[in-house]
Antibody, heavy 117, light 113 residues
């Protein structure tokens, strides 16, 4: 059974760096073809893909946010970490991590991150 | 980048009636070698994460009721709910995974008339 869970701060100040951790179970990020992605959703708005890390450590980023994003993995801990710099109130959103095997077939519950002073 | 556009933004359908949602990609998501369309449909109920309904444009995810079906190829796709049930009230998204950046449609809100 595949599960994922996001953790991190629920409130960050403008200009700060957000660090979110996705802890997963039921699969290995060393398995060929597998990836973990990050997607966010501002309140009342649509889904937006942010970043992706694959089993071979290949990383991909949304072009509009690439300069602010870093995604890394710790295979031994079954974790993927997303780092987003220079947070702004417009980055207030629910952040999801998801298992990718083609489509995003398993999602975490998500966590709401609010950016406010 | 592949832009994915959904229509309509919202629709209200009577219980038991058909609901149809359209999704158009700015470029083909049909893979020339394996013949697969890299297009998925998700359902998101209020306060919940998205749940995949359809992948490869027409393959129903395990456990998804057969009233949900996906069709289309290349740039034009459709999600059909053949007989709308109360539990189908949700926002539906299509997403292309043919290339990065991965992109989602803007969503279609389905309500009961």
């Amino acid at each position: 059974q595949i599960t994922l869970k996001e953790s991190g701060p629920t409130l960050v100040k403008p200009s700060q760096t957000l660090t979110l951790t996705c802890t997963f179970s039921g699969f290995s990020l060393s398995t060929s073809g597998v990836g973990v992605g990050w997607i966010r959703q501002p309140p009342g708005k649509a889904l937006e893909w942010l970043a992706l890390i694959y089993w071979d450590d290949d990383t991909r980023y949304s072009p509009s946010l690439k300069s602010r994003l870093t995604v890394t993995r710790d295979t031994s801990k079954n974790q993927v970490v997303l780092r987003m710099t220079n947070m702004d109130p417009v980055d207030t959103a629910t952040y999801y991590c998801a298992h990718k095997d083609g489509e995003f077939d398993y999602w975490g519950q998500g966590m709401l991150v609010t950016v406010s002073s | 980048d592949i832009v994915v556009t959904q229509s309509p933004d919202s629709l209200a359908v009577s219980l038991g009636e058909r609901a149809t949602i359209n999704c158009k990609s700015s470029q083909s998501v049909l893979h020339s070698v394996n013949g697969q369309n890299y297009l998925a449909w998700y359902q998101q109920k209020s306060g919940q994460p998205p749940k995949v309904l359809i992948y490869w444009a027409s393959i129903r995810e395990s456990g998804v009721p057969d009233r949900f079906s996906g069709s289309g190829s290349a740039t034009d796709f459709t999600l059909t709910i053949s007989s709308l049930q109360a539990e189908d009230v949700a926002v539906y998204y299509c997403q292309q995974y043919a290339s990065t950046p991965l992109t989602f449609g803007g969503g279609t809100k389905v309500e009961i008339k």
